[in-house]
């Protein structure tokens, strides 16, 4: 439940940046403001007044957002640099929801704060560096305040964590059994990115090139597990075409698998193994049947290839800077609005894998950031509001949220979760 003490549930840090401002949209038209003549557009079974604030580190932005939002959003501004300004900020709010990225470079002393004062946390970060530093460092502290930090909060990596508790669950109410395995086939999306996701992906290559440890660290497919805990099975990510026959469809390799994999990894693992000891888990994209099917599987591994390849070399990452949008900027709201995606999961049993439990994850707007901020602003609220069973430490969207947050997304937020070709249904997968 919210800290009546605080004053307010959840502050948006970043809320005049382009993800931020979604954000913003999203808790005015959904949750309203309190005290003020808006009626929250989903009501009923989520009644709560949402105590909310947006902040950042421009005043006269703030300003700006506020008048275009039409509503007295209260304002505070922080700075990342300001360990001051941010403790001040910590200290007033159950929860802080932030979109200031990229997150290695501005968002470790906002982790901190949180992890001291036992506010809880929740960000978009697919920086799989970053978090391995944050889970190091806060863990211990997270534990002892009671702050939840929970990283990766919108489409890396909540369809696929959340998508890969739900065919589990439904695994279990299926046939009493573990899932072998998880496959996660990305099968359709229309979507753009953004200027600050793509400075994200740069810092990143960035941060590579100066410390060559790091390269072993990101392809470690372990990489977010704790440190003393068991490793499972799984290798490498696909790097080149394949045929599944689960789908049977030639496969690609999927850009975001390298972040979702090493997550939905963790929350096994921070969930005593739920998933079972021999789980494995993958994923990859849907590139069709037949001949044409394994054309445009080799070509966009190809292409995967080509891209990771050039922002790794300073000069072709350099030029492609001048190119791709640039921070502020991002997928127009005819692009959001009409934008979508679709997840294929497909899980076999352990102990018999002829037992099989398929599901689809659906977004009804762009992945990146329609449906994005509507993620992450609902597992702010989660965070503030639902009775959940974990205490601090650093988590993951599953192992913290788990279920409440399914259901969440499902009922308020345009994320569906459904099972097809199965004897159990979304009620018992919970
Ligand atoms: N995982 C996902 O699915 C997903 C999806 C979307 C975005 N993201 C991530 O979310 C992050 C934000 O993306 P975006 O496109 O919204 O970026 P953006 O438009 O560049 O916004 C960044 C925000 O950070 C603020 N900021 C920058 N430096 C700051 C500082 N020193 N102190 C305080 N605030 C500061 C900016 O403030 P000003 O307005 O004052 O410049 C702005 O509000 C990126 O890391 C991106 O990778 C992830």
Known sequence: ??????????????????????????????????????????????????????????????????????????????????????????????????TVGPYAQYGSKLVAACATSGTHYCDLTGEVQWMRKMIDQHQVAAEASGARIVHTCGFDSIPSDLGTLFVHNAMRAQSNDDCGFVKYRASKFKGGMSGGTIASMMNMMEEAEQDPGLTDLLADPYALNPADGARGLDGPDKVTPEYDKDFDNY?????????????????????????GHMFCYDEATLAGEGPIGFAKSLAMSATTALLTGATAIRPLRELLQRVVP?????????????????????????????????????????????????????????????????????????SAMGELLIERLHERAGVTFTLHDSVTDFGAAL
């Open 251 to 275: 496969v690609a390799p999927f850009v975001m698998a390298a972040i979702n994999t090493r997550v939905v990894r963790r929350s096994n693992a921070l969930m005593n193994n739920r998933y």
């Open 326 to 398: 640039k921070p502020g900027e991002g997928p127009d709201e005819d692009l959001r609005e009409n934008g979508f995606f679709e997840i294929e999961l497909c899980a076999r049993g352990a102990a018999d894998p002829a037992v099989q439990v398929r599901a689809v994850v659906r977004g009804d707007k762009d992945p990146g950031y329609g449906s994005t901020s509507k993620m992450i602003a609902e597992s702010a609220v989660c965070l503030a509001f639902d009775d959940l069973k974990v205490g601090g430490g650093v988590w993951t969207p599953a």
């Open 1 to 98: 439940m919210p800290n009546a003490k605080s004053e307010f549930d959840v502050i948006v840090w970043g809320a005049t940046g382009f993800t931020g401002e979604l954000v913003a949209d999203y808790l005015l038209e959904s949750y309203g403001l309190p005290g003020v003549d808006a009626t929250p557009a989903i009501a009923g079974k989520y009644p709560e007044v949402v105590r909310w604030a947006i902040a950042g580190r421009n005043p006269a932005k703030l300003a700006a957002l506020q008048e275009r939002l039409g509503a007295p959003v209260p304002i505070l501004v922080a700075d990342s640099d300001d360990v001051e300004s941010l403790e001040e900020l910590v200290s007033k709010t159950t929860v802080v929801l932030t």
